[in-house]
C-alpha cells in the first residue's frame, strides 16, 4: 500500500475528470452543444431540482463538458472541486459576490492586473462592497486593514505590474488567524507553477483565457475551491458567511455548509451565482480550454525555458535600463520567488528601455515576431507598451506613480524558437536606439 | 439538526433538508472512518422527501459531533442506540458504510427490535486493516489519507460527480478527510478509526442476532472492501446483495446507482 497515491500533474492534464463517453465510446471529450438535458420522468426532474440527486438540468448551471474541464482544473490545483465561468472577471465575481453584498470589505493587494482593479475599487463599490488594497509585501498593511464586515483577502500570484510575489503562507496565516478566507488569481503561474492550496489559500481563480487555453482563442474563467476552507466553523466563531452557514430562502432553505462539508461554497456560487448572474462558460470555450490543458506541462515548460533566455540578453543590453523578473536578483522578490516558484516565474514581464516615449513606440513597431495587443499568455510571443496604448492619457509623472516609465515594455514570451525571439528584439532595440539618435 | 443527546455532548445529525420528524418510518445513516454525514446527502435528502424521516448522523469526534471517538464498534453502536432514543426513535433502518456497515450490524444484533433493515455499504468482514496502512495512519496521517483516498477511487471521471458536476471527488474526499482529521486536536482519529475497525471480532456473532432483512451494497470495483471480503458476512445475514459501478467511495462515485440499490433495500 504505501507508495499508492493520486496520479502526477501530465497524467491529470490529460485525464481529471474524463472518461471514453459511454453511448459513443468517443475517447476525447464530446462538446455538448445543448442548453437542455432530458428528465427521466416527473421525479426524476424535481430530485434534480431539490438536489437530491446529482445531474445536468440546464447548461447556464452546469453542462458536461464544462464538468470535464472543472474537474480537470481542480485536480491539477488540488482543489475539490471548480467552476468554469464566462472569463476571469466572471470568475473574479463570483468569487466575490458568493460571500460578499452590500456593507462587505475586501482587503486586495494593490498590485493587481488593471481590470481587477477596476472591478473592486469602481464597480463593486456602486454596490456597497468597499476594498482596501495594501502593497503585497506589506504584512502589517494587511493586518491593519481588515475589518469586522472584511470577507476576503485576495491578491496575484505574481502581481501586476512588477511581478511581485505573493507571500502566500504569511497572508493566508494572517487570513485564517481572523477567520477569513484567501482568494488568489494564479494566472499568471498556472498549477504547473505553483499551487496555492499547498501555501494556505483557499480558493483561486484563472482567466484560462491565458495560459490554460494557451492558443489565443478563447475566452474563459475558473474558480477553484479548495475545500480547506470550514463556513461553519468562521461563522460559529466570528458571525461571518451566514450565506453559507445559515438557511438560504432563494434555494429551498438550503444550509450549504450542511450539505456538503467542503463544497459549500461551490454549492452556493453554482446554485446562485450561476443562475442568478449568468456569467457561464460555453461547451465550445469549455473544450478549446480542455485542449489547452492536454498540452500545460509542456508548454510551461517551454515558456520558462525561453523567458529565461530572454532576460539572460535583456539584461545585458546597453539600451536595456533594468528588467523585472523575479529570477534575478535584483527584483525585490527574488528571495520569496526561489521559495514559491522553483519552476519559474512564468512568461510574462516588463522591460525599461533606456530612452523617450518615441523610442518606445519605434521598437514596439519594429517588431516582426512579438505580436502587438492586449493580452498574455499565449503560445505566440505578445508585446505591449503601455505609455502609448493602455496608460497613454498619463503624463511621465503619472506613468511614475503607477510603476511605469515612458520606456517600459511588457512581453509575454510563447513558444517560438529562442534565437529567434532574441534576433527580433536584437534588431528592434537597434532601431530604437537609432530613433533617439 | 443538533440532537439533544448529552448537554456537555452535542451531537448533529443531517436530517434531509427537513424537519426531522420521528413519526415517519426513520432511516439512520452511519458515515464512514474519517468521514462524516456529507457522504450521505444526496441519499438522505431523497429519502428525506419521499416518506422518511432521517438521520444521517455524526459520529462522536467527527464532523460537528463533539466528543471523543468511541473506542469500539459496540461502543459506538450502544452510542448509537442511545442517539435514537434520544431523537425519539422507536424502529430504524440502519444503513452504514464502511466502519459505519460494522457499527449498523453490531446496533442491529444488540437492538434486534428496533432494527427494521439492515443495510451495509462498501463493507467487508473482517475489516482487517494492514499492518503497513495502520503504521502510516499512526505515523503519517496525511500521507495515509493519500493512499486511502486512491485506494477508494475507481476512476477519474465518475459522472456525476458528488454532490453535483464540477465536483473533483479525488479532491473532495481527501479535504474532507483532513478536516475531520483536524477537528479532534488531541487524537488521530485516522489512526483510532482504523484500529476500531481492524479489532472489530464481533460480527459473525452479531449477524446471527439480526432479525430484520439485510442487505449488502457492494462496489463491484472495491479495492478497500473487495466484494469476495463480504461474502461470509453476508452469507451469515442471508443478505441480499447489490453490486454497483464503483470502487469503496460508492456514495460518491455512482449516487444513482446506490439510490437505487437502497429504494430496493428499504421499500
Redesign the interface.
Known amino acids: 500500500m504505501p507508495g499508492h497515491s493520486d496520479p502526477g500533474f501530465d497524467t491529470l492534464a490529460l485525464h481529471a475528470g474524463a472518461a471514453p463517453d459511454p453511448a459513443t465510446g468517443a475517447r476525447a471529450v464530446p462538446i455538448h452543444l445543448t442548453t437542455s438535458f432530458v428528465f427521466e420522468n416527473s421525479e426524476h426532474a424535481a430530485s434534480l431540482f431539490n438536489m437530491e440527486r446529482a445531474g445536468h438540468v440546464y447548461s447556464r448551471i452546469s453542462n458536461p463538458t464544462n464538468a470535464v474541464l472543472e474537474e480537470r482544473v481542480a485536480a491539477l490545483e488540488g482543489g475539490a472541486g471548480a467552476i468554469a465561468t464566462a472569463s476571469g472577471q466572471a470568475a473574479l465575481h463570483l468569487a466575490i459576490s458568493t460571500i460578499a453584498g452590500a456593507g462587505s470589505h475586501i482587503v486586495s493587494s494593490s498590485a493587481l492586473y488593471g481590470g481587477s482593479h477596476n472591478l473592486l475599487h469602481y464597480t463593486l463599490s456602486r454596490f456597497g462592497i468597499e476594498t482596501t488594497f495594501v502593497k503585497p509585501g506589506d504584512i502589517d498593511a494587511w493586518r491593519a486593514a481588515i475589518r469586522p464586515n472584511t470577507k476576503l483577502l485576495f491578491g496575484e500570484t505574481l502581481g501586476n505590474p512588477g511581478l511581485d510575489v505573493l507571500d502566500i503562507p504569511t497572508v493566508s496565516a494572517l487570513a485564517h488567524e481572523h477567520g477569513l478566507p484567501l482568494l488568489v488569481d494564479s494566472t499568471f503561474t498556472t498549477p504547473w507553477l505553483m499551487k496555492p492550496f499547498d501555501h494556505g489559500a483557499d480558493l483561486v481563480f484563472h482567466s484560462a483565457t491565458k495560459f490554460l487555453s494557451g492558443h489565443g482563442t478563447v475566452i474563459g474563467g475558473v474558480l477553484v475551491d479548495s475545500g480547506q476552507f470550514d463556513w461553519a466553523a468562521a461563522f460559529a466563531a466570528h458571525g461571518r458567511f451566514a450565506e453559507l452557514a445559515q438557511p438560504y430562502e432563494g434555494f429551498h432553505g438550503m444550509v450549504f455548509a450542511e450539505e456538503s462539508s467542503v463544497g459549500a461554497f461551490l454549492l452556493r456560487a453554482r446554485r446562485e451565482g450561476l443562475r442568478d448572474f449568468g456569467a457561464c462558460m460555453s461547451p465550445h470555450s469549455a473544450w478549446l480550454i480542455l485542449q489547452g490543458i492536454e498540452t500545460l506541462p509542456l508548454r510551461m515548460a517551454r515558456h520558462v525555458e525561453n523567458t529565461r533566455k530572454v532576460v539572460q540578453f535583456l539584461a545585458a543590453h546597453s539600451m536595456v535600463a533594468s528588467v523585472g523578473y523575479p529570477e534575478l536578483e535584483s527584483h525585490p522578490s527574488h528571495a520569496l520567488a526561489k521559495r514559491l516558484l522553483p519552476r519559474g516565474c512564468g512568461s510574462i514581464f516588463s522591460f525599461d528601455l533606456r530612452g523617450s516615449r518615441q523610442q518606445g513606440v519605434a521598437f514596439i513597431e519594429a517588431l516582426k515576431i512579438f505580436s502587438h495587443l492586449a493580452n498574455v499568455g499565449d503560445c505566440r510571443s505578445l508585446v505591449i507598451h503601455p505609455a502609448s496604448t493602455t496608460h497613454f492619457r498619463m503624463d511621465d509623472a503619472a506613468l511614475a506613480q503607477a510603476g511605469i516609465t515612458a520606456g517600459t515594455i511588457r512581453l509575454s514570451i510563447g513558444l517560438e524558437d529562442a534565437d529567434d525571439l532574441i534576433d527580433d528584439l536584437k534588431r528592434a532595440l537597434k532601431i530604437a536606439e537609432k530613433a533617439g539618435a | 439538526m443538533d440532537v439533544v443527546f448529552r448537554a456537555d455532548l452535542p451531537v448533529y445529525a443531517?436530517a434531509g433538508?427537513k424537519p426531522f420528524d420521528p413519526a415517519l418510518p426513520c432511516i439512520v445513516f452511519i458515515h464512514g472512518a474519517l468521514n462524516?454525514?456529507?457522504v450521505w446527502?444526496?441519499l438522505a435528502?431523497?429519502f428525506a422527501?419521499h416518506g422518511h424521516g432521517v438521520l444521517a448522523v455524526d459520529l462522536p469526534g467527527h464532523?460537528?459531533s463533539s466528543g471523543p471517538p468511541q473506542a469500539s464498534v459496540e461502543a459506538a453502536a450502544d452510542w448509537l442506540l442511545a442517539l435514537l432514543d434520544a431523537a425519539g426513535v422507536a424502529k430504524a433502518a440502519l444503513v452504514g458504510h464502511s466502519m459505519g456497515s460494522l457499527i449498523a450490524l453490531e446496533a442491529a444484533a444488540r437492538a434486534p427490535e428496533r432494527a427494521t433493515r439492515l443495510v451495509m455499504v462498501g463493507t467487508a468482514y473482517p475489516m482487517k486493516v494492514?499492518d503497513?496502512?495502520l503504521d502510516?495512519s499512526r505515523d503519517d496521517p496525511l500521507r495515509a489519507i493519500?493512499?486511502v483516498?486512491?485506494?477508494s477511487h475507481s476512476?477519474?471521471?465518475a459522472?456525476?460527480?458528488?454532490?453535483?458536476?464540477?465536483?473533483?471527488l479525488?479532491?473532495?474526499d481527501?479535504?474532507?478527510m483532513?478536516?475531520v482529521q483536524a477537528g479532534q486536536k488531541g487524537v488521530n482519529l485516522f489512526h483510532h478509526d482504523f484500529g476500531v475497525c481492524n479489532a472489530y471480532a464481533g460480527g459473525l456473532q452479531a449477524a446471527a442476532q439480526v432479525r430484520c432483512a439485510s442487505h449488502l451494497v457492494l462496489g463491484e470495483r472495491d479495492q478497500m472492501t473487495a466484494p469476495k471480503q463480504a461474502r461470509e458476512i453476508g452469507q451469515a445475514l442471508r443478505a441480499t446483495v447489490h453490486t454497483v459501478p464503483a470502487g469503496h467511495a460508492l456514495m460518491a462515485e455512482a449516487?444513482?446507482a446506490v439510490?437505487a440499490a437502497l429504494r430496493k433495500a428499504l421499500s
Do not use: E, I, Q
Open positions: 443531517y433538508g462524516d454525514h456529507s446527502t444526496l435528502r431523497w422527501h464532523g460537528r494492514s503497513s496502512l502510516t493519500d493512499m483516498n486512491a485506494f476512476g477519474f471521471a459522472k456525476p460527480s458528488y454532490p453535483g458536476p464540477g465536483a473533483w479525488h479532491g473532495a481527501r479535504a474532507l483532513r478536516r449516487p444513482d439510490l
